[in-house]
């Protein structure tokens, strides 16, 4: 990543605000399921979804998973 804001590239800064948002998000909103049990197979599949994530994979775009589910 780039060492200043006007180095940065489109997507870059993308990223950037996309973090930021998140963990002020997270900041400020808490969680709300913390301290209640996770059973395992949510486990499990979180830390897939995390090791996805951390290789840059992102999922679906929204559009495609709205017309996947039928909706418009």
């Not at 940065?8 to 909103?29: D, G, H, V, Y």
């Not at 808490?30 to 949510?42: A, H, S, V």
């Not at 994979?57 to 559009?63: K, Q, R, T, V």
Request: glycine fraction near 8%.
């Amino acid at each position: 990543m780039s060492n200043t804001i006007a180095q940065m590239t489109k997507n870059e800064f993308k990223q950037l605000l996309s973090s930021l948002i998140e963990e002020k998000l997270a900041e400020i909103i808490g969680d709300p399921d913390e301290g209640l049990p996770i059973r395992k197979r949510l486990r499990d599949r979180l830390a897939r979804q995390k090791l996805l994530v951390s290789g840059g994979e992102y999922g679906l775009p929204f559009e495609k998973a709205l017309k996947e589910a039928g909706l418009p």
